[in-house]
């Protein structure tokens, strides 16, 4: 069936518009467009100039026409909106050159070859010295000493015990390594008990330096070197011992101090108080200075977070490794008769400012100020002995070449 086209005529509307009107043709008979058209004005355009005759509209506004599927005529066509760009990658910056991708590079190859954090802990027995790492790094690191039989209950000498392990969170690699100093401050004289410590910390210093002298040395020379040695003073609740003093003096000029109160839950939070203000007097007075030192701070943003800490130590800490349901969340805590002491609440204990110090804001800074510094002057005094030797050697040999 032939259908015939469609006609439109202009007419003249109200003052300043023209209407267009005309009627879409019937269609056959039972299709949805011959069922129930209706005929009415097409557009009506408005012009802001009356009177100027505007010819053939280009641009109309499409009106109802009939209710019903009907194939778009070759007019309407036109009036489809037109298909979306593509997405098109954003053009590059003329002047970027990339320097900034040398981060992503960093911490790709960090990522390799892992890190490495030696860490000390010295104190008495029974202070929770294998606790306290085993909470530090939520894992069983530290091995708990067995009950020592009469014969083996107090050592002759101090003994320097280290544990290694290889640690793993979220892709980064850690090797971990825990020394130990049974018999430290349990005898009776305890004169020149931090030599073996001292001479220890020294001879990792040899290892690295005689590593790093050697013509053929490796590509990487494994760090045995102490970053950092956690004192843990009991909880007397009074004052430092002089046991105490001499062993931070002697040691703080060759590694970073960390001072920990070991099983702070025993204080009261008055005696609390009171015991930090004492141990912070003697050190001042002794002249004992701790991480983080002052003379180290890069900055004023440095200063501002160090002195926060500076202001905590020594750090009142309650390790344990059990754990225990409080409000529907696990924790890490010791429960008494009168209630539960959580380890990680800021409110009980400052475990979890030792672990930011050591773990999560400055364990780099850490590793830094003992390769830069300590190890720095180890290695000074050594080559300078070294030197002097060769020197006296010379002149010993001169007076005998003169003789000759």
Request: aromatic residues 6%; proline residues 6%.
């Given at each position: 069936?032939?259908?015939?086209?469609?006609?439109?005529?202009?007419?003249?509307?109200?003052?300043?518009?023209?209407?267009?009107?005309?009627?879409?043709?019937?269609?056959?008979?039972?299709?949805?467009?011959?069922?129930?058209?209706?005929?009415?004005?097409?557009?009506?355009?408005?012009?802001?100039?009356?009177?100027?005759?505007?010819?053939?509209?280009?641009?109309?506004?499409?009106?109802?026409?009939?209710?019903?599927?009907?194939?778009?005529?070759?007019?309407?066509?036109?009036?489809?909106q037109?298909?979306?760009?593509?997405?098109?990658?954003?053009?590059?910056?003329?002047g970027?050159?990339?320097?900034?991708?040398?981060?992503?590079?960093?911490?790709?190859?960090?990522?390799?070859?892992?890190?490495?954090?030696?860490?000390?802990?010295?104190?008495?027995?029974?202070?929770?010295?294998?606790?306290?790492?085993?909470?530090?790094?939520?894992?069983?690191?530290?091995?708990?000493?067995?009950?020592?039989?009469?014969?083996?209950?107090?050592?002759?000498?101090?003994?320097?015990?280290?544990?290694?392990?290889?640690?793993?969170?979220?892709?980064?690699?850690?090797?971990?390594?825990?020394?130990?100093?049974?018999?430290?401050?349990?005898?009776?004289?305890?004169e020149?008990?931090?030599?073996?410590?001292?001479?220890?910390?020294?001879?990792?210093?040899?290892?690295?330096?005689?590593?790093?002298?050697?013509?053929?040395?490796?590509?990487r020379?494994?760090?045995?070197?102490?970053?950092?040695?956690?004192?843990?003073?009991?909880?007397?609740?009074?004052?430092?011992?002089?046991?105490?003093?001499?062993?931070?003096?002697?040691?703080?000029?060759?590694?970073?101090?960390?001072?920990?109160?070991?099983?702070?839950?025993?204080?009261?939070?008055?005696?609390?108080?009171?015991?930090?203000?004492?141990?912070?007097?003697?050190?001042?007075?002794?002249?004992?200075?701790?991480?983080?030192?002052?003379?180290?701070?890069?900055?004023?943003?440095d200063?501002?977070?160090?002195?926060?800490?500076?202001?905590?130590?020594?750090?009142?800490?309650?390790?344990?490794?059990?754990e225990?349901?409080v409000?529907?969340?696990?924790?890490?805590?010791?429960?008494?008769?009168?209630?539960t002491?959580?380890?990680?609440?800021?409110?009980?204990?400052?475990?979890?400012?030792?672990?930011?110090?050591?773990?999560?804001?400055?364990?780099?800074?850490?590793?830094?100020?003992?390769?830069?510094?300590?190890?720095?002057?180890?290695?000074?005094?050594?080559?300078?002995?070294?030197?002097?030797?060769?020197?006296?050697?010379?002149?010993?040999?001169?007076?005998?070449?003169?003789?000759?």
């Amino acid at each position: 069936m032939n259908v015939a086209p469609s006609r439109s005529r202009w007419r003249s509307g109200p003052e300043g518009t023209w209407e267009e009107t005309g009627s879409h043709p019937p269609g056959p008979p039972g299709s949805a467009a011959g069922a129930g058209c209706v005929t009415e004005p097409r557009a009506t355009i408005k012009w802001k100039k009356p009177g100027v005759s505007p010819g053939r509209p280009h641009t109309t506004e499409a009106a109802p026409s009939c209710t019903g599927d009907m194939a778009d005529t070759p007019r309407d066509a036109g009036l489809k909106q037109a298909p979306a760009p593509r997405n098109e990658r954003a053009p590059v910056d003329f002047g970027y050159v990339g320097i900034d991708s040398i981060l992503e590079q960093m911490r790709r190859k960090a990522m390799k070859q892992g890190f490495e954090f030696n860490i000390m802990v010295v104190g008495q027995s029974g202070l929770g010295k294998s606790t306290l790492i085993n909470t530090l790094f939520k894992s069983k690191i530290s091995r708990k000493s067995v009950q020592p039989t009469s014969e083996e209950r107090i050592p002759k000498t101090i003994e320097i015990k280290s544990i290694t392990h290889d640690i793993e969170e979220k892709g980064v690699r850690m090797k971990l390594t825990v020394i130990d100093t049974p018999g430290f401050g349990d005898h009776i004289n305890n004169e020149n008990c931090w030599q073996p410590i001292m001479k220890f910390i020294n001879d990792q210093y040899e290892k690295y330096l005689q590593e790093e002298v050697n013509i053929n040395r490796k590509k990487r020379i494994p760090d045995t070197r102490v970053h950092c040695c956690l004192y843990f003073i009991p909880a007397t609740g009074h004052s430092l011992r002089p046991l105490d003093i001499e062993f931070m003096k002697r040691l703080s000029k060759v590694v970073n101090i960390v001072p920990v109160i070991a099983k702070a839950d025993t204080l009261t939070l008055e005696e609390r108080v009171y015991f930090k203000q004492r141990i912070t007097a003697d050190l001042l007075s002794n002249g004992i200075d701790v991480y983080p030192q002052k003379e180290f701070d890069e900055d004023s943003e440095d200063r501002l977070v160090n002195e926060k800490f500076r202001e905590m130590i020594p750090f009142a800490v309650v390790g344990s490794d059990h754990e225990y349901q409080v409000n529907g969340k696990r924790i890490l805590g010791r429960k008494t008769k009168w209630g539960t002491i959580e380890v990680e609440n800021t409110t009980h204990c400052e475990f979890a400012y030792l672990r930011d110090l050591l773990i999560r804001t400055h364990m780099q800074n850490i590793k830094d100020i003992t390769s830069s510094i300590h190890f720095e002057a180890y290695r000074v005094k050594r080559l300078n002995e070294g030197n002097s030797a060769m020197s006296n050697g010379v002149e010993e040999k001169e007076p005998e070449a003169q003789d000759m």
